[in-house]
């Protein structure tokens, strides 16, 4: 998952206007300017008004967090309802799109959609989480978005995988490549799908059809629709969760989407 660079970005991005806000709040403070005539602006000049600015940040620097810290929680509510929005409007290519391969119960009450891609290491972390809260939930149906987004190594190996569908034997080469240790390239991805006995020239065959290739075109439009961005992410119900998680929070969450379902 790779959010660290966007945070330092999105910081550097937000510090002028947590400035601006913060010399805001200065001059609300500020007695020499409550109840002035003419505006702020008017009545000092520009090197003045920054020095003033810059002072009053340095004794007060605590505004500058606690601005961040409330665009940013602004910034996560937005995201999270347009999350939701975009859940009710395409929630068939979200939960029931043909293309995307199932996993647990395809008949299961509650459905768990996860984007990953087979060279995310997180993704190989909870790969195992995956495997728990299947196992201990019979109801579960788990729906596979190939998410390649980290080169041309993990788009071979989501079409593969793809075509691995075509033969029915998807899940075995999605777990056999989360526990394959190494870089899931070609060579990697053709001999493991020899290991889990699929038809190697067939698969390499149906690689090529444009419809697996539109499939993962798919899947790409609707992660960013969904402002999923990195690896993996996870959708339940009406939420949609980003980044590596553990059993316990999927299965709360999992547990909120049956009582609202």
């Known amino acids: 998952m790779k959010f660290t660079a966007g945070a330092?970005?999105?910081g550097w991005l937000l510090l002028p206007i947590v400035l601006v806000m913060a010399g805001a709040v200065w001059?609300?403070?500020?007695?020499?300017?409550?109840?002035?005539e003419d505006?702020?602006?008017?009545?000092?000049?520009?090197?003045?008004?920054?020095?003033?600015?810059?002072?009053?940040?340095?004794?007060?620097?605590e505004v500058i967090v606690e601005a961040m810290q409330r665009l940013q929680a602004r910034q996560r509510t937005a995201a999270?309802?347009?999350?939701?929005?975009?859940?009710?409007?395409r929630a068939d290519e979200v939960f029931r799109d043909a293309t995307s391969p199932v996993g647990g119960?395809?008949?299961?009450?509650?459905?768990?959609?996860?984007f990953f891609d087979y060279n995310c290491p997180y993704c190989r972390s909870v790969a195992p989480v995956m495997n728990e809260?299947?196992?201990?939930?019979?109801?579960?149906?788990?729906?596979?978005?190939?998410?390649?987004?980290?080169?041309?190594?993990?788009?071979?190996?989501?079409?593969?995988?793809?075509?691995?569908?075509?033969?029915?034997r998807y899940l075995a080469l999605h777990?056999?490549?989360?526990?394959?240790e190494g870089a899931a390239d070609s060579d990697r991805v053709l001999a493991v799908a020899a290991e889990v006995g699929l038809d190697v020239e067939r698969l390499k065959t149906d690689m090529e059809d444009s419809a697996i290739q539109e499939a993962i075109d798919r899947?790409?439009?609707?992660?960013?629709a969904l402002r999923i961005t990195g690896t993996p992410g996870f959708v339940v119900g009406r939420r949609v969760l980003r980044g590596a998680t553990d059993l316990a929070t999927l299965q709360r969450l999992i547990a909120e989407a049956r009582v609202t379902e």
């Not at 020095?51 to 004794?59: P, S």
């Open 175 to 180: 777990q056999a490549l989360m526990q394959a």
């Open 39 to 61: 505006p702020p602006e008017a009545t000092l000049p520009n090197d003045e008004l920054d020095r003033r600015i810059r002072a009053y940040i340095l004794e007060n620097p």
């Open 8 to 10: 330092r970005k999105l």
């Open 27 to 36: 001059f609300a403070l500020d007695p020499g300017f409550r109840g002035s």
């Open 219 to 224: 899947n790409l439009a609707l992660a960013e």
């Open 105 to 114: 119960n395809p008949d299961g009450d509650v459905t768990l959609v996860e």
């Open 80 to 89: 999270a309802s347009e999350a939701e929005a975009v859940l009710r409007a």
């Open 133 to 168: 809260v299947e196992a201990a939930d019979p109801q579960l149906r788990i729906v596979y978005k190939e998410f390649p987004i980290l080169g041309p190594n993990s788009v071979y190996a989501a079409k593969a995988a793809l075509a691995a569908h075509r033969q029915g």
